[in-house]
DNA sequence: CTATATGATACTATATCAGTATCATTTTGT
DNA sequence: ACAAAATGATACTGATATAGTATCATATAG
């Protein structure tokens, strides 16, 4: 099981490279060139970005994305979560149906708090942090 | 994404319950009246604990599983592993070829440092633990 | 007004997850 | 010995998630 996937990590890579040039907007061909990945692909993920506040985007002839917060202020937890979903034991796997008894909640539990944690760790690392010019 | 998946859930309920019943060996239909799984279903998860050692069985007539080791000695990230698969990055999810720049590494560094933590987490849990009896 | 950029959306292929089904083999009771 | 009762091995199916592609619509600069 992997805690991060392809797109989270694309777009780690694409929102960090905008972060090293300040606030500059780039287009896809820029961050094509810097990601190494499809055109196709990128372009999907960015406009996944775009929906969820993470980046600001211009259409038209010099048009292209830049950050929509200084990197410092956007948190590798939020980027994962555009792609990957929630970390969630959602208080019980299915539903209420089967999570009559207690030593199953003993579980759910404990899983939650792992969880918090790991969503703390998550949302403690920064684009900054994973800047070149750091 | 869920750290916990069906398989692994079952499975933890299974143990659980055959650890409430110290060591005794039950029969797959003991164990689904307990966890509320269908036979077939619960009989694939049984079977793959036997094989990782975790229980041990015995076929025929009165045959039927029970635990290769005392309930405190079987881990919640052990259980997990058999069915999800280690927690991993791998060092690189993309094989080497496209992690040659030192943010991403970055990136890496940081999640194995999370991953790594999360699994001491989950082999802090012991079935035990789980266990109504406790 | 047209070339260039992103927006929206739908499609495809592959892998994983969740679950079922079937036949082989072992063990026990009679 | 043999039939019944249990697990072992394995293969199959359907649904969902992941990874990626393709296409047409729309906005903007020059």
Redesign the pocket.
Known sequence: ??LI???TDYAVRALAHLGDKAGERL???DLVRAVG??R??L??I??KL??AGILE?????????KLARPPERIMLGEVRTVF??PLKTENCLFGVRLCYDYKTCRLRRKMRDIEGRLARELDAITIQSLQKDL
């Open positions: 099981m992997r996937n392809r797109e287009s896809v061909s990945v499809s196709p692909f372009r999907k960015l406009q775009e929906q985007s211009r259409k038209g002839r010099g048009g292209g994305f990957q979903g």
